[in-house]
Each structure stands twice: as C-alpha cells, then as structure tokens.
C-alpha cells in the first residue's frame, strides 16, 4: 500500500540567521495527522495493524552484494546494535557462494524479518512503502536501530531520505505540535557505509529511532531519493570525495588532505576557513554534512551571492562541534538572490576533522515522497535520583552532562523545552529531582560552576530505579572572603532561546540554571526578543524566586529597540522598566544619553553590553602617529570602526555627567563598575 505525501512549501520571512533555522522548522513540514481526511485516518489503522511482504528481489550479482552486506554487519556493530550471531554467521558464509540468485534469496530472508520498513524504488514518482516484520518498540529517552529494506529497479545511486513531521525540533515549534513531535530520526550514513545508494537492485539501510515519551505513540514516516532539482527532486548539489576535494578549496589557515574518500582537515589557527562555488537560484535552503571534529567549540557556515561575493556577518549560522562522535549537521538557510557560494569555518581554534560527505538541497520539497503511518510502543525508561550535596553537605544544585558509550547527549537536546534548554549539553537538577534514562552505561560529567572541580562518574542504569550521589569539591569559595560571583548579562529570551512554544523562559528556569552554576547575583535582561512576555516579570526589586544567597533579578538590556544602534547598552537595578510615556520598546529614544539620562536618574547601574564589539577592527590612525607606540599596545592612536553593537557611542557618554537620583551630577555611565563580574560585599 503506497501513499504519495502532500508538498508542504517553506516560507521564509525574515533575514536573521538565527530566525531563519527558526522559520525553517517550524515551515518545514505541517504535522501530518492534522491533515488526514477520514479515509487516510483508516489507512492508518489498517496499515499500523499488522506488517506487509516485503517485495523480493530475484537476484544480483554475487560479488558486490556481500561486500555491500559485510559494510552492514561493520556498521551495525559501530552504531552498538549488533545483528543476531546466527544470521551474522550465516551470512558471512554467502560470500563463497556463486550462485546470484541463490545468495539474493537468503540474504533476504536473513535480513528482511529484521526490517522495519521496506522502500521500493521507481522510475518517476514516489517510491513504494510498506511496514516490515521487525518488533515496533521504541525506548522512552533511548535510542532503538531499525533496518530499512531497499528495493532499487531503476538502480538509483542517490541518498535515500527519511524524514517525519513527529521528528521536527521542540524548540521554536507552535505550541500546538509540542505532543505530536516526540521523536528523533537519524539515518547513519557515515562509515563504512557510503552515503548514497549503491546502486545495486537490493540494498539494506539503517535508520535509528529516539522517544522522548513512554505509551504508544503514533507517527509517519517520509521517504523519497534525492533526486537533482532539474529532475524534479530537491538537490541542489553533492560533493563526494573519492578522487579529489571536489571543488572545495583552502582560504584559511586550514589544510585540506583528500584520504579514504573522506576530507581532512587541519586547523592552524583560530579562524580556519574553506570555500566552494555552487550555482543556484535564490530560496531556502540546507546544507548537510556528515563529519567527525576532534575538538569542541563552535564551527559557521556562511554563503554569498553573485552580487555580493563574499561571506559578510548577515549571512552566515553557528553550529556546536560534538567532539569525537561521527553525526549529521544540518544548517538551513535563505538566499534572496542568485546563489554563488558557500564556506565552511569548521573549528574555532586548531585541530583536525574529518568530512565524509556534504550536500546542497532545495528546501521546497518536491511531490516525490511516499508516507507510511505506524503506531509504536515506547517502553518506559527508569528513573535516576540525584543526591546532591554541596561542599558543606547541604542540598543543592548542580549540572550533569549525560553521555552513553556512543556519545550521545541525554535527555537529546532536540526535544528539550525549558527547565532544560536544548542550546545546553547539561541539564540542571536538584538534591531528589529525577532524570529517565534507558538501561545502559553512561558517563556523566558532575560540576557546579567556575570554582567547583569536575568529576566524572561512570552509572550502570538497569531496569530498576537508581541514583546518582555526587558532592560538590570546591577549589575556592570567594564568598568566604567576601566576594560573590555575578554575571550582570543573561537573558531569558532572544539569542539562543526559543519564541515558541513559549516567549522564552520563565523565572523559575533561569534561578534553576543560576543555583546549578553557583551564580550568587544574576541579572535577566529583558530585551527586544520577546519583550511584551517578558516585561512582566520586572518588579524593580529582586525577583521571589530567589534562594539565599542566590538572587535573580530581572532589568533591561537596551538591544533590539531604542538606542541599541549606537550600542547595547545594560541597565541595572532599575525602578521604572519602561520609559516614560511608553508601554513597551517601541518609541524609545534613538540617543543612548537619553536613555541614560532617565536610567541614572532613577538610581540605575549602567554600562555597555559587549563593549569591544566595533572595536576591533581598524580604520586607520591618527596623521603622524605611527612611530609613538606599538600597534598592539594600550593606549594606542588605532581608530576603531565603531561599527558594531558594543562602545560606539558609549566612548563619548562617559565624558557626559546626568542628573542622579539627588539631583546631583553623576557620571552618565560607570563603565569600570558594569564590567565587573564579581563585587566585594564588605
């Protein structure tokens, strides 16, 4: 039974890089199950009922089938999934036989009953779907490997596509869809599996399933091959490196070696960069790579036009590097115009990755994709009782980063909504609060905060409910000598926080994140994101929510209205959050001294946010300077470009003196006082 899925176009608003990944998902794909009229509603009970045949293929040649079966066995064992020692014997065995059709047979009937589905390939159109014979159970929180049975008559030598509207991200998801997205999709297509099909008339795929909910839980399934955009299909284009570097070429401080079929990269810096042209027509886009980084931070991704041909801050996304694991990165993005070229900045500091394979594709999906809804049973996970105890032996908070033996984050970051923010590899819990894990081994990775030593325990999670018992050691405690940690710029909307299903994130998450650091002062700036939602949480004193000694408290960040063009500006300890005359953001004052003129009138602490933002790129000198310091030394005769978001027009409001709460004059800013992050007490 065959069912061709609806095209659901992507529309693209907004010229943000983070708004545009936003939009990205939350167009991408309708949940299914909204749109099905009575009669697909029957299909689905028909088709979840019971498992189809799969279609049989009669014979291919002997040789390469084994080595592409043996590629499997390798890589099941890689993904920790390993395939029953019978059927593994067995089909080890096949490869001294001659007989093609004999070998097709068996290998069918030893891997089919282990198939979840089985996809038959085309000419033109969607493929065939139906549901194999493998036991539909999924693991609350844990991860569960399916194989995917392909049948390829016209021999297609493309990416074979899964996707499913219930594996779309939470964050930045309509509220109405938070129930319907509980699961996770990862085809491995890494090593030593090749990408794309093999082109062989059977071929064998996997595919592995996340849960974040116990029950049965229903979903839909998406498939098609990645045919080029001219033929009806989305890809833009594929780089595969079997030969050479295939277009892609050094710019940087990076080393590009082609080896194995794979790109090497080497970073000798911290601003490594490779670049490649690519034609296109303007639209949403994704770009998709399969790499392996030996080092943490943060990689970017930028693109540029014909018209503007070369990378610029506007057009660019972040990506976080997971070290030593082999995974997929996706970076959605909008090209208005004609598009002429892409870079990759892959590391933020020196060190090596390994790139097997990146693609091009159109965003706008094509007609060619077949759905099949199942029902799934997602068994429960155990529950983890966290015993913390700080340095003194009292309970508190801390963070945990959770890890199986393959690397993977818990509970997954995609289907995080707050008091665990997805932008984290940590969660935060409490002395009794809970996680759920699936049974297995994990390392998990116990701090709290800058003046805390982290340790790294090892937990076996069984079936049956455990615990985790780690006390804080401490290296320092400034507060016994009466200093107290702060950070004066957090935010609980915009940046990297989610718009929906909530306008950012509630006080009760932000003290959570507070405690589990050892932050003892945090200042929540509310800002342009979000900001109507967020105002009311200003009470002009610190907010209810705070535990001695932690205090949060919430003020004003001048970005993203106002005077933020000529700088951010933070407004600390405020009476009034509004000014005057207004209701909320719109209509500020576009001078900063004004702002500041009202903030310091009222008693506030005021300073520049990201200050060195516009400064550091240099202009020129002042005339007949060059012999009177070194470039680099301070104070210098630099003339910055002041063409950031930091000190442009703060360099001259510190000369200003305003009005203080007294009426006397106070300096407009206290620029020494704002950039402290800690404040003696005493």
């Known amino acids: 039974m065959t069912v061709t899925a609806k095209l659901y176009p992507v529309v693209f608003t907004c010229s943000e890089p983070h708004e545009e ?124 490997t399916f194989l995917i049975k392909v049948v390829n008559k016209p021999c297609k030598t493309r990416r074979l596509l899964i996707d499913s509207p219930n594996a779309q991200p939470l964050p930045h998801s309509p509220a109405d869809q938070v129930s319907s997205r509980w699961m996770q999709l990862s085809s491995f297509e890494g090593r030593p599996l090749k990408p794309n099909l093999s082109g062989l008339e059977l071929d064998y795929r996997i595919v592995q399933i996340y849960s ?79 790499a392996k980084s030996e080092v943490d931070g943060v990689g970017q991704f930028f693109w540029w036009t014909k018209g503007i041909p070369q990378a610029t801050g506007n057009r660019q996304t972040h990506f976080l590097l997971e070290p030593g694991k082999e995974r997929l990165y996706e970076f959605p993005f909008q090209v208005k115009v004609e598009l002429a070229g892409i870079r990759i900045d892959p590391l933020v500091k020196p060190g090596r990755m ?39 032996g009292l309970p508190a908070f801390a963070k945990f980063e959770i890890r199986d033996k393959k690397g ?16 984290h590899r940590q969660i935060y819990r409490g002395d009794g609060e809970t996680v759920s894990l699936p049974p297995g081994k994990y390392t998990i990775r116990c701090s709290r905060g800058p003046e805390t030593i982290p340790e790294i325990k090892k937990l076996d999670v069984g079936t049956e409910p455990t615990e985790l018992i780690y006390r804080v050691s401490r290296w320092v405690d400034p507060s016994e000598s009466g ?91 405020l009476k009034q959050q509004i000014y005057p005359g207004r209701t909320s953001k719109n209509h500020w004052p576009t001078l900063g001294l004004s702002t500041l003129r009202w903030a310091r009138k009222q008693g506030a602490i005021c300073g520049p946010a990201h200050s060195s933002i516009g400064l550091t790129r240099i202009v020129g000198r002042v005339p007949n300077t060059e012999d009177k310091e070194d470039l680099h030394s301070l104070p210098n005769f630099n003339i910055p470009a002041h063409d950031g978001i930091g000190a442009n027009e703060f360099v001259v409001d510190v000369t200003h003196k305003v009005p203080g709460p007294d009426g006397k004059l106070v300096p407009a800013a206290e620029a020494s006082n704002i950039q402290r992050r800690r404040r003696r007490t005493d």
């Open 21 to 144: 990944a936003r939009v990205f998902w939350q167009n991408r794909v309708r949940m299914a199950n909204a749109d099905l009229d009575p009669k697909d509603q029957k299909l689905i009970e028909e088709t979840s009922a019971k498992a189809s045949k799969l279609s049989m293929v009669e014979s291919v040649e002997a040789q390469p089938l084994p080595a592409s079966i043996d590629r499997l066995i390798e890589a099941m064992q890689y993904v920790g999934s390993l395939l029953p020692r019978t059927v593994v014997g067995k089909l080890k065995k096949l490869s001294s036989a001659d007989d093609d059709a004999e070998v097709t047979k068996q290998v069918q009937e030893l891997l089919d009953p282990l198939c979840l589905i089985g996809v038959s390939l085309r000419d033109k159109g969607p493929p065939l779907v139906k549901r194999g014979a493998a036991p539909r159970e999924l693991l609350e929180q844990g991860w569960r």
């Open 408 to 423: 993977r984050i818990y509970p997954a970051q995609s289907k995080r909504l707050a008091p665990d923010f997805f932008f």
């Open 212 to 290: 974040r909910d116990p029950g049965t839980k229903q979903a839909l399934l998406e498939f098609t091959v990645a045919n080029k955009a001219g033929d009806d299909g989305e890809l833009i284009h594929e780089w595969r490196f079997e030969k050479d570097a295939d277009g892609w070429r050094e710019m940087n401080q990076v080393d590009i070696k082609v080896r194995d079929g794979s790109l090497h990269i080497t970073s000798s810096g911290n601003d490594p960069f490779m670049g490649a042209n690519v034609k296109a027509g303007g639209g949403p886009m994704v770009l998709r790579m399969w």
């Open 354 to 392: 390994r790139i097997d394979w990146i693609d091009l594709y159109s965003a706008q999906r094509s007609a060619n994709w077949a759905k099949l809804p199942l029902d799934l049973d997602c068994k429960q996970a155990t529950p983890v009782t966290f015993r913390v105890l700080d340095a003194k």
């Open 483 to 573: 200093w107290w940690s702060g950070d004066h710029n957090i935010h609980a909307a915009g940046c990297r926080h989610y718009q929906n299903p909530t306008e950012g994130v509630k006080p009760a998450d932000m003290i959570r994140h507070i405690m589990g650091e050892d932050i003892k002062v945090g200042c929540c700036l509310t800002w342009g994101p979000c900001f109507d939602f967020q105002k009311r949480f200003f009470t002009g004193k610190v907010a209810e929510q705070s535990r001695y000694p932690y205090t949060l408290r919430y003020d004003l960040e001048v970005s993203g209205f106002g005077s933020h063009m000529s700088g951010h500006l933070n407004l600390l300890n």
